[in-house]
């Protein structure tokens, strides 16, 4: 049985969420989603590891019937870059606020290539039984570290909601990427403090982004108040990858 059902040349938009956030961080894009005719899947993406969390998404798109367009933030960026599309109906990747890696980088050393990431200064960690170690981001630093240009009472929940990342995935190698054969798009905020906006500037050239939206002032969680806008890239990417 299929997870979901679309019209013919409907594309099912999977979004996959990164470290400290879940899936109902993309709220506001389903509901725009949904009014279009789009169907949606937000994974709940483990956050254990780059080819763990990878051959999970994989088994959800074999779920999933017809075209499929990857939508992934921050970490889940390595997740989509890495999920194995051979087999599967995956026609484009869109990139928020997320890392696009080569074979051989990990999240760690893309968010430290270029100065600005605050990022560690805001972890606590959680030490595990079997020794190792979940990163939370400490409440108290969450609003402006992470969801800046959203409401101190939105951020205030989505503090307590988060979900820990195994901090080995932060220091995983990517396989060969997925942007090497699929057409990509990218949307990140010019303030955000956990991947440097030279980062994204630089990982969005390096895939050759079809369109790139950077947004004054954003922050890492930029598509929260900025939605419309990547539901805007959303439709440009199934337009341009899906036919009708």
């Known amino acids: 049985m299929s997870i979901t ?69 921050s970490y889940g960026g390595m997740v989509i870059s890495n999920v194995p599309v051979a087999g599967t109906d995956v026609t484009a990747l869109v990139y928020v606020g997320a890392f696009a890696p080569l074979a051989g980088e990990s999240a760690a050393d893309l968010a430290g290539r270029f100065p600005g990431s605050t990022l560690g200064d805001t972890l606590a960690p959680v030490t595990l039984p079997d020794g190792a170690t979940d990163l939370y981001i400490r409440q108290d630093r969450y609003h402006r570290q992470f969801a800046a240009d959203s409401t101190a009472a939105q951020a205030a929940v989505m503090a307590v909601t988060q979900r820990p990342i195994a901090e080995a995935a932060l220091g995983e190698p990517s396989g060969e990427p997925a942007w090497r054969s699929l057409p990509s798009w990218f949307l990140f905020g010019s303030e955000d403090l956990n991947i440097p906006v030279a980062a994204h500037r630089f990982m969005a050239e390096r895939a050759g982004s079809r369109r790139t939206v950077e947004v004054p002032g954003g922050s890492h969680t930029v598509a929260i108040p900025e939605a419309g806008m990547l539901v805007d890239l959303i439709r440009e990417a199934a337009g341009a990858t899906t036919t009708p």
């Open 5 to 73: 059902t679309a019209r013919p040349g409907t594309p099912t938009v999977v979004l996959v969420h990164g470290a400290f956030a879940e899936s109902a961080s993309w709220a506001g894009v389903i509901a725009a989603l949904v009014d279009d005719g789009y169907p949606a899947v937000a994974v709940a993406n483990p956050l254990r590891g780059v080819r763990h969390d990878a051959d999970y998404l994989r088994a959800v798109l074999t779920g999933i019937d017809g075209p499929v367009l990857l939508v992934g933030h």
